[in-house]
């Protein structure tokens, strides 16, 4: 019954079979490469060295590595500017290896039946998959995302570690309980797993145009989707011309406008948290495309969010509740956004939430220009982040731990804030701690 049940919990990669012990053998030889480099040529330095290491350790560690580089105010500059590499440029696959995929997933004749012709060098090489340009028999311009081969072994072996050597921390260290460290790798986990099923990908993207052409909204974009190309681990979809966001500097040269543009994908996210079924939740530089025409292509769904009707609730009640500095209707938002196993006392609480608004550094009075036209271009507010992650961590303190879905919409206000220093602030959504509520609320009229 035992046996049974462990081999339920853990899947077959990691039953103690081949694959497990596979994975380990290559964790020690990239680490100790990565030592190697180190002696011999020349001591890189650390930001390279790690991020080599990241990649040649696989999917899961370059998704630690986005997250580096989409998050400024959370890891030093040298290290965010070197993972940048991580969001699209990461080590290729070689494409004789693709080509494997390609035909156990559309057949031995995708040459000819579906495909005139596909360039065998790679237009970018993520963590999950890697993308082609290619042309189809019937003449138009796609490109192929192809799933790396053997990736959800290697997220299903690192994922399943990570989770329970945080179960087994858990409970030989009681007083991390209040992090939920299991709970947030099991959040991880189940999202990179949706993220390596292209069919539902495609769904996601099907949904997102829906709500694309219902609101009429015409300044953001999705590619077309070919069904007949597609399958769980490769995916074909129109081909969008344009700059991705991580060439910052060729971006801003192609436009006197760059506020506008990025500011119609800031306001088509918005409006999707509370008018579609879902948002996009991985809207890093990588994935926003900025067409030849001043259009933006969201790309890349495979991760989504739904916010819960409970939720959505919770997050308005947080935001009126900032808003007034009332810290007892914030103290209660968490309660209601949250979960929790323990018996939380709410004043307390609300007093140190009080305690750390009052002890923040104290914010200028004059913190809004009104732009009558570009309203959602404010003012910068020194790292608004930092005061949601302290947030956060208070709640945690207190025993709350916040859904996937609440911690999605917070990762996404991160990656925005990583190049919205450049283009146009997004501290608007982010501050809050003592603003001039007439002020914010004539900023947020162009949201209604």
């Known amino acids: 019954m ?18 497990s012990m596979n994975r380990i053998r290559q964790t020690a ?5 990565s030592g190697m480099e180190w002696v011999f040529d020349g001591q890189p330095s650390p930001p390279v060295l790690m991020r080599k290491t990241f990649e040649r350790l696989g999917a899961t560690y370059i998704k630690l590595g986005q997250l580096i580089a989409s998050s400024p105010s959370l890891f030093p500059e040298e290290y965010v500017k070197e993972f940048h590499r991580c969001l699209d440029q990461t080590e290729s696959v070689p494409f ?5 995929i390609l035909k156990n997933e559309l057949g031995s004749g995708y040459m000819g039946e579906i495909f005139d012709e596909i360039d065998p060098v790679p237009l970018a090489s993520a963590s999950i998959a890697q993308v082609y340009a290619a042309t ?27 989770y329970y050597s945080a179960v087994v921390l858990e409970r030989l260290v009681p007083r991390l309980q209040h992090v939920s460290l299991a709970g947030i790798l099991s959040e991880i986990r189940r999202t990179v797993f949706e993220e390596c099923d292209f069919i539902k990908e495609a769904e996601n993207i099907k949904i997102f145009s829906e709500f694309l052409k219902e609101s009429g909204n015409t300044r953001v974009v999705t590619p077309r989707v070919y069904p007949h190309a597609s399958s769980k681990r490769v995916m074909t979809m129109e081909r969008l011309y344009g700059i991705p966001l991580t060439d910052r500097e060729q971006f801003l040269k192609s436009t006197d406008q760059p506020q506008m543009i990025i500011g119609a994908a800031f306001e088509t996210w918005l409006a999707s948290i509370a ?8 809207l890093h530089a990588g994935n926003l495309l900025i067409l030849e025409d001043g259009r933006v292509g969201f790309i890349d769904f495979g991760i ?17 509740g900032m808003m007034s500095k009332d810290y007892m209707t914030i103290a209660e938002s968490m309660l209601i956004i949250g979960m929790t196993r323990n018996n939380v006392e709410v004043q307390r609480l609300a007093k140190d939430l009080e305690d750390f608004y009052n002890n923040s550094e104290a ?14 271009c404010v003012p910068d507010l020194d790292e608004p982040e930092q005061i949601l992650l302290e947030m956060v961590r208070i709640a945690e303190t207190h025993g709350i731990r916040f859904p996937r879905e609440f911690t999605l919409l917070l990762k996404q206000f991160l990656y925005f804030d990583s190049y919205g220093d450049i283009l146009f602030d997004m501290d608007i959504m982010m501050d809050g701690m003592m603003p001039d509520i007439e002020a914010l609320q004539k900023k947020l009229e162009w949201l209604e």
């Not at 049974?4 to 079979?17: A, D, H, W």
């Not at 989504?304 to 009126?320: A, F, H």
Request: include cysteine; hydrophobic fraction near 35%; charged fraction near 20%.
């Open 2 to 19: 035992i046996f049974q049940t462990i081999y339920k919990e853990l899947p077959s990669v990691v039953s103690f079979g081949f694959n």
């Open 136 to 162: 189809l028999t019937s003449g138009e311009d796609v490109v192929i995302k192809i799933q790396r081969p053997g990736v959800k072994n290697i997220l299903t072996t690192d994922l399943n570690f990570l």
């Open 96 to 100: 004789n290896q693709m080509q494997k």
């Open 275 to 282: 008018g579609c079924e879902l948002f996009h939740a991985d």
């Open 29 to 33: 030889t990239a680490l100790g490469k």
């Open 304 to 320: 989504v969010g739904r916010i819960s009707e409970k939720t959505q609730e919770g997050v308005m009640s947080l935001i009126q």
């Open 363 to 376: 914010l200028p009075e004059d913190r809004f220009s009104v732009n009558p036209e570009h309203p959602a």
